[in-house]
């Protein structure tokens, strides 16, 4: 990885959830040790057979319909991305606001894909428990 692509690369864990750098690709999240291998399976078993390997979560999020199988398994596992909006302030100086949301809230928001360029995910949040709830 190079170092100047490491700011949304990264993968965090608490006792309840797992963050994920929206940056990383699917292959190098399936490359990485820190990601739960129930994680890799799920993203071996559903996400990558509509995917190619090297897109991230970025990119496919924006792009993703409510009948793939990728969106049902990102709801299925209760998946939330944290998106910054460029925002004009009081002071007329551009700024970002954070918000996380879900993946039906992305895929039915028609502005959002219009304004994809604009908005940066910064990065996806699943639970563990609805990780281990998933079946393979």
Known sequence: MTEENRDFKYVMQDVSK??????YTYQE???????????KA??????????????????HIFYIKDTDLSYLVYKQM????????????P?????????YHTIEEIA??????????EIVVEEM????????????
Do not use: C
């Open 42 to 59: 799920i993203l071996s078993h559903y996400i990558l057979k509509e995917v190619a390997g090297d897109t991230t979560p970025e990119n």
């Open 91 to 99: 002071k007329g100086t551009w700024q970002y606001r954070s918000e």
């Open 78 to 89: 209760k998946a939330r991305f944290k998106l910054d909006f460029p925002v004009r302030s």
């Open 125 to 136: 949040v699943l639970t563990k428990l609805h990780i281990m709830m998933m079946s393979l």
């Open 29 to 39: 999240m399936m490359d990485t040790d820190e990601i739960p291998f129930k994680l």
């Open 108 to 117: 039915g928001n028609a502005a959002w894909k219009e304004k994809q360029d």
């Open 18 to 23: 797992v963050y994920i750098g929206a940056k």
